[in-house]
């Protein structure tokens, strides 16, 4: 099992600056680079690598990523994934080049297919339509019917949440989330904004006082729990839409002199690297995040070897990890 400590000795610093930068604690003054390392090696520990038969042809692979380092790391979601997209080409020893929408043409006309993640305008969905490449989207639907998708069970993945809060005597229940810094960016809603919503007017639990959207990040869920308490508005348990939203919510109900789980019980989604290490460790959706980069590769090697033009989704299933950020009432 890996601790703390295997990351601290890995990446040089103490097991302490590995904990407060694993739970998005933006008072720590380190530096960028630093706090990027320790993501990546706490990924990479626990990264398991497959033995897959490999494509004999070696490729030239675009990766395009709306996602910025610094926004990485701020949800670490994407850049777990990106880490296995590069390890998968790496492994399979294909050529990979980092596209951007000001990539010339010629540059992507030199490339056998693409791999794009992040969140998406219609815009910039029709720029990489336009690059007319085998293209495969991790975790957003282009539109298109040529390109391929490998997304989350969603409807699974908040089903499963919402019944551990309803298992447990929860009748009061909210949700923090939903939504990119920026409306303009995206291209969907948040799927598990929508089933959330559904599921629980199906319960008849639904109560729009408990709910507040926001951008997946710490800040904006410290804020918005903050806001829920000052409102008087405060559920017994609060479905994060991310876990960095989880450790901002953390972060708030200690300032507020709250006890998790005893006063609130947080569910987040992702099950990032750091939610184990959380106090008390957080209860959250495992995505399989790692198999979504690799297999991303491995979905579009066959679409350019078999010379596919009919595009799949993929549904990935996700794991509820109960641990005791959740109490029985």
């Known amino acids: 099992m890996v601790t703390i400590k295997n990351i601290a000795d890995k990446a040089k610093v103490s ?36 033995n897959t038969k490999k494509i004999t042809k070696k490729l030239k692979i675009g990766t395009f990523y709306s996602y910025s380092p610094e926004e990485e790391l701020e949800d670490p979601y ?63 639907y282009s539109g298109t019917p040529q390109s391929d998708t490998i997304t989350v069970d969603y409807k699974g993945a908040v089903q499963n949440i919402l019944d551990e809060f309803i298992k447990n005597g929860h009748s009061k229940i909210g949700f923090i989330g939903g939504a990119p810094e920026n409306p303009s960016e995206s291209n969907e809603e948040d799927s598990r904004y929508i089933e ?34 000052d409102e008087n508005n405060l559920p017994t348990a609060i479905f994060a839409s991310n876990d960095s939203v989880a450790t901002g919510i953390y972060r708030a109900a200690y300032e507020l002199g709250l006890d998790i789980p005893n006063d609130i019980s947080v569910i987040g989604f992702n099950d990032i690297p750091g939610a184990k290490y959380m106090i008390p460790p957080l209860t959250t959706v495992r995505v399989y995040m790692e198999f979504m980069g690799e297999h991303a590769v491995e979905v579009l090697e066959h679409k350019i070897k078999d010379g596919r033009t009919i595009g799949v989704k993929v549904l990935v299933p996700t794991k509820l990890y109960v641990r005791d950020s959740v109490r029985k009432i």
Not at 108 to 137: A, H, Q, R, Y
Request: overall charge positive.
């Open 196 to 229: 959330f919503c559904d599921y629980l007017k199906k319960k008849g639990l639904y109560n729009e006082n408990y709910i507040k959207i926001c951008p997946y990040k710490a800040k904006y869920g410290r804020f918005l729990f903050k806001e829920l308490y």
């Open 78 to 140: 994407y850049l777990c994934i990106r880490l296995a997209i590069e390890k998968k080409i790496k492994q399979e020893g294909h050529k990979k080049s980092v596209l951007s929408l000001n990539t010339p043409q010629d540059t992507v006309n030199s490339l056998d297919g693409v791999i794009c993640t992040g969140t998406f305008t219609k815009d910039m969905l029709k720029t990489i339509e336009g690059w007319n490449k085998p293209t495969v989207f991790i975790d957003t």
């Open 15 to 50: 097991p302490a600056t590995v904990s407060r930068v694993l739970n998005h604690d933006d008072s720590l003054n380190v530096k960028e680079t630093t706090r990027k390392r320790i993501f990546e090696i706490a990924e990479e520990l626990e990264y398991s690598r497959k």
